[in-house]
């Protein structure tokens, strides 16, 4: 069917309006507009008002949808389908029915010759439509090609808006292999989202290996049945594990050239105790960040023997600085889940098969409760665990691969805005593993409700974002900064997303799209449902054991 290009090329309209022909099998729509204006991404067109006006009570919702912000539209060029995402409209004229959209390029598919749908999409164009080339709505049926999955490794994670029944895809290699990051304000469905994820990817891959740090204790309800939890109870993370800079960042309290001072002793006495274990024995290059067991009490008289070689009291001050702490840390029951004298022995085998499931005989993901962790060591602990991760990787080379995910909750507390100055051991490890980790077989999963807080290098490396309601304009912003061009229709719609809504755009999915996010059953959700007030405030009763219980707790430092 052709039809001639006029000034109003929407007069000639036959008047079909959302009217289907058949023939042979095809389906064809009148168009709803032209193309006015093509540049290298992308293109303005010309609407009419009346046409989709039309189309609003089709059946189909994602044809009922079409030309409106963040739907598809799509044009023939030649023997292909050119798709394209509405970014913004306005009205070309208040009394008048045209309106100016423009449309951001994503790619393309062959156009099948007997149903005229849309077939083999792929991202990327290759050819450009001229002003006054029709355009067309999207189907359902186009979208069911655009995002299907079955010729790759994928999990399902909920149904492309604004579709009822296409499947919303994440294609597992592609995501994993470059890094992805999860952004949403709190309240969204950040924490069901992560786990939703993550279980799927379990389902998918029942050997593989997850680590999961989880700062507030959330997820261990979400996972005690497919993984294993880890507390301040079970952890049992030997301190020998630290390497130099993490043992200055627990032992070293000093500033300024005291600090340096005090480093300087550490490191000379760190090296006396760790030579002294068996382990040593035959390592021709035995370093202070060498992963051999060491006695703190060795350490303690390696210091206190230096001491006891001066003469002067004022030179002292640093080692009783470091001797102080030390003997503070060895004996706090809160330090007991890593400073213990029962973590000496070389466990680091047995710690390392636990932790990275080596092997995960069905239960592939390990969930680190840091909530009972003393604050002022949390950041150690996570430093230690993420490096391990990379280390082994590093180390394993040679052996068959075990890739490793470590997905990193809170990410904004570890890995700070370039703002804050912060150059910690925990930032250092985790920007290392966003720019070398796929190289070795790690990739980074980073959550995070304050994105503007994370640093930008780090959020830079990852090639898919899923991005959940966000209120915060500063927030928007940096996420905006961080989504490729072709995405920019979706950005606008950010702050409106629903609860369990959210935009995917990078390596993880064919096209920029925008989700509702399936259904987690209750008992694998996790624990961060907002306490219901009007209701909770109703219940009376055994005030006196919860206050008991809570007590005992408290003081013994066990979340028993």
């Given at each position: 069917m052709?039809?001639?290009f006029?000034?109003?090329?929407f ?12 023939r042979s ?5 009148s168009?709803?507009?032209r ?14 008002g009346?046409a989709?006006?039309q189309?609003d ?8 949808m079409?030309?409106q912000?963040g739907?598809q539209?799509?044009?023939r060029?030649?023997g292909?389908?050119l798709l394209?995402n509405?970014?913004d409209?306005r009205?070309?004229?208040p009394?008048g ?10 790619g ?13 999409f792929?991202?990327?164009v290759?050819?450009y ?6 355009v067309?709505p999207v189907t359902?049926?186009?979208l069911e090609q655009?995002?299907?999955a079955?010729?790759?490794?994928h999990?399902r ?9 296409v499947?919303a ?5 592609a995501?994993?292999?470059?890094h ?9 469905g950040?924490?069901t989202?992560?786990?939703l994820?993550?279980h799927r990817?379990c ?14 204790g959330?997820?261990s309800?979400?996972?005690?049945n497919d993984g ?5 109870d079970n952890l049992?993370m ?7 800079e993490e ?6 309290t000093?500033d300024?050239a ?7 002793i550490?490191?000379?006495c760190?090296?006396?105790a760790?030579a002294?274990?068996r ?8 370093t202070?960040?060498s992963?051999?067991?060491y006695?703190?009490s060795d350490l303690i008289n390696?210091i206190q023997?230096l001491?006891g070689?001066?003469?002067r009291s ?13 003997e503070?840390i060895k ?10 004298g029962m973590?000496?022995?070389?466990t680091m085998?047995q710690?390392m098969?636990?932790i990275?499931r ?11 409760d ?7 060591i949390v950041?150690?602990?996570v430093?230690?665990l993420?490096r ?19 997905v990193c909750?809170?990410?904004h507390?570890?890995?700070p ?9 925990v930032?250092?490890?985790l920007e ?8 070795y077989g790690?990739s980074?999963?980073l ?6 807080d994370?640093?930008?290098g780090v959020m830079?490396?990852?090639?898919t974002?899923?991005?959940m ?10 996420v905006?900064n961080a989504?490729?061009?072709g995405?920019?229709g979706?950005?606008?719609s950010i ?5 369990r809504?959210?935009?995917?755009c ?5 096209i920029?799209?925008?989700?509702r996010?399936?259904?987690l059953?209750?008992?694998?959700r996790?624990?961060?449902a ?7 405030w109703?219940?009376?009763?055994d005030?006196e054991?919860i206050?008991d219980r ?7 430092q066990s979340?028993?």
């Open positions: 052709v039809e001639s006029s000034l109003n090329p007069e000639e309209q036959n008047g079909e309006g959302d009217a289907e022909s058949t099998g095809r389906v064809d729509f168009d709803i507009g193309v006015v204006e093509v540049s290298g991404g992308s293109s303005s067109i010309r609407l009419d009346r989709l006006k189309l009570g089709h059946q189909d919702i994602t044809v009922a079409a030309g912000v739907s539209i799509k044009v060029v030649g292909l389908w394209a509405v970014r409209m009205l070309e004229n009394d029915d045209l309106i100016v959209a423009n449309v951001d390029f994503l393309e598919g062959i156009e099948d010759p007997i149903t005229g749908n849309l077939k083999g792929r991202r990327g290759t050819r439509p001229v002003p006054g080339t029709r067309f359902t049926t186009d655009i995002f299907s079955k010729d790759r490794p999990v994670v909920g149904t492309v808006y604004p579709s009822v029944n499947a895809s994440l294609f597992i290699d995501m994993l292999g470059k992805f990051a999860l952004l949403g304000s709190t309240g969204t950040k924490s989202a992560t786990a994820i993550l990817i389902e998918m891959a029942p050997e593989g290996h997850v680590v999961m740090l989880d700062p507030h959330e997820y309800a979400a996972f005690k294993e939890v880890f507390n301040v049992a030997p301190y020998w594990l630290m390497n130099f043992h200055c960042e627990v032992f070293v000093s300024g005291e600090r340096q001072m005090d480093e300087d550490l490191a000379k760190l090296l006396q760790r002294k274990n382990a040593a024995q035959g390592l021709t290059k035995l202070v960040d992963p051999v067991p006695l703190l390696a023997a001491m070689k001066l003469d004022g030179e002292v001050a640093p080692y009783m600085r470091l001797k102080t702490k030390i503070e004996s706090d029951p809160r330090y007991s889940f890593m400073f213990s973590l000496v022995s070389d085998g710690f098969s636990r990275f080596l092997p995960g005989n069905g239960r592939p993901i390990s969930i680190i840091l909530s009972g962790v003393p604050s002022d950041s150690v602990v430093a230690v993420s391990m991760v990379f280390d082994f990787a590093i180390w394993s080379r040679r052996e068959p691969k075990r890739p490793i995910l470590l909750e809170e990410a507390r570890y890995v805005s370039d703002r804050d100055n912060n150059r910690s051991a930032r250092k490890v290392r593993i966003a720019k070398e980790g796929r190289k790690v980074l999963g959550i995070t409700q304050r994105p503007s994370l640093a930008e830079s490396q990852c090639g974002i899923i991005a309601r966000l209120n915060n304009e500063r927030d928007q912003a940096f905006r989504m490729p061009e995405a920019r979706f950005l606008e702050p409106a997303l629903r609860n809504e959210c935009v995917i990078g390596e993880g999915v064919s920029p799209i925008r989700v996010l399936d259904d059953e209750e008992s694998r996790p624990a961060s907002d306490p219901v007030f009007s209701e909770l109703t219940h009376v009763g005030e054991g206050l809570t007590i005992q707790r408290w003081r013994s979340t028993k």
